[in-house]
């Protein structure tokens, strides 16, 4: 019996596809990282509520579905900047592990006020992305995987260009290298903070909306955050190309492991995967060769 090799193909493209999602999702992770140094174990509650806001928006005020990813978008930064001044700015100063405690608690904060809001069923967000089958020589790819990675490719490229220009990205990539010398040279750290926790969250809402059209909302999405971790510290907390490989393999492993092994194998694979690069380079593919206990 011959190999399908165009099964492998097939199920590489979805896995490509998934893998674009986790790295937009990890490049929210890495912004927030790389300029104040917290580890968001919230990120996938961030993404979480952007899919929210837009189903408010969207299916039950029933707006258009480009101002509801619009106000989704902007209700989400509006969301980082007010957790970054009440609960990241006082902490300041504080222990890293307390500032990690800050952002576990924020998980069970934004879990508790969909349930209050929302309720704990599945919703469905409204079809946006169009529906035919895309082929690839004789492979499908599903149309939404496919689409929602064209997204997620284009907004990272966005970004990165933006931050490789704007004024406010030079400011965030000093503010990464050196705070000190940031604050010497004239630069609003603080504000640099700010900057990046609305950046990272509104990067986070648009990888939520994708996720939740693809599958389905529910006060349990942010389990999708557990992936988004393991991508970035196999690429590197601090390395946005490290987010954007690790998203990549993370989703090629998934994929291959829930084909040839059985969908209950996905999460082991995984985490198989982490252990193994972590025992190898400690740091990450691409981080900082710097190590931190916390």
Known sequence: MSFDWWMLFEVSLAGIGSGGLYALAGLAFVLIFKATKVVNLAIGEMLMMGAYF?????STLGWPIWLGVLVAVLGSGALGALVERLLIRPMLGESPI???MITIGLSSILVGA????????QMRLPDFMPSDPVLIGEAMVPPKIFYGFLVATSLIAIVLVVFRFWRGGIALRAT??????AYSMGINVPRVFSMAWVVGAMVAAI????VGSISSL???????????LVVVIVGGLDSVAGALIGGILVGLVEA????????????LATFS????????RPYGLFGTHEIERL
């Open 218 to 228: 529910s006060p349990t999405m942010g389990v999708f955050g557990l992936s988004v």
């Open 273 to 280: 995967l982490l252990v193994l690069v972590l025992m190898v």
């Open 256 to 267: 291959w492991s829930g084909t040839y092994l059985g969908g209950e194998y996905k999460m």
């Open 207 to 210: 990888a939520g909306i994708i």
């Open 114 to 121: 969909v349930e209050l809001i929302w309720g704990a069923d």
């Open 54 to 58: 837009f189903f408010a928006m969207a």
């Open 176 to 181: 990464a290298s050196d705070q000190a010398a």
């Open 98 to 100: 307390s500032v990690f």
